[in-house]
Nanobody
Framework: QVQLVESGGGLVQAGGSLRLSCGAS??????MGWFRQAPGKEREFVAA????????FYADSVKGRFTISRDNAKNTVYLQMNNLKPEDTAVYYC????????????????????WGQGIQVTVSS
């Protein structure tokens, strides 16, 4: 049974840092990503990583502040979030696909077959 389990969310002040983790079980995935959804807004792409080449893709809003990385041995992907802003407040979701997507395809939620339950990140001003 495939499962994605997120951890590491919480409350942090603006300018602070958090690291999210997403542990995958049941199989390995070619592409893993992070999305987020704020109240009243659509789910939006944050970052993605293609396992084979280690290519990474970022939304413009987080580029230079967030870093996606992986530990293949643990089948885990991380999202290091630095210099957090109140507008980063959202529920963050881990997503995974067995297909190795290009940058444009990795940004679409419909590219992903599997999703975690979501984890709250709150940034206070």
């Amino acid at each position: 049974q495939v499962q994605l389990v997120e951890s590491g969310g919480g409350l942090v002040q603006a300018g602070g840092s958090l690291r999210l983790s997403c542990g995958a079980s049941g199989r390995t995935f070619a592409t893993m990503g992070w999305f987020r959804q704020a109240p009243g807004k659509e789910r939006e792409f944050v970052a993605a990583l293609r396992r084979s080449a280690g290519d990474t893709f970022y939304a413009d809003s987080v580029k230079g502040r967030f870093t996606i990385s992986r530990d293949n041995a643990k089948n885990t992907v991380y999202l290091q979030m630095n210099n957090l802003k109140p507008e980063d407040t959202a529920v963050y979701y881990c997503a995974a696909s067995p297909i190795a997507y290009s940058g444009s395809d990795s940004r679409s939620p419909i590219s992903y077959n599997y999703w975690g339950q979501g984890i709250q990140v709150t940034v206070s001003s």
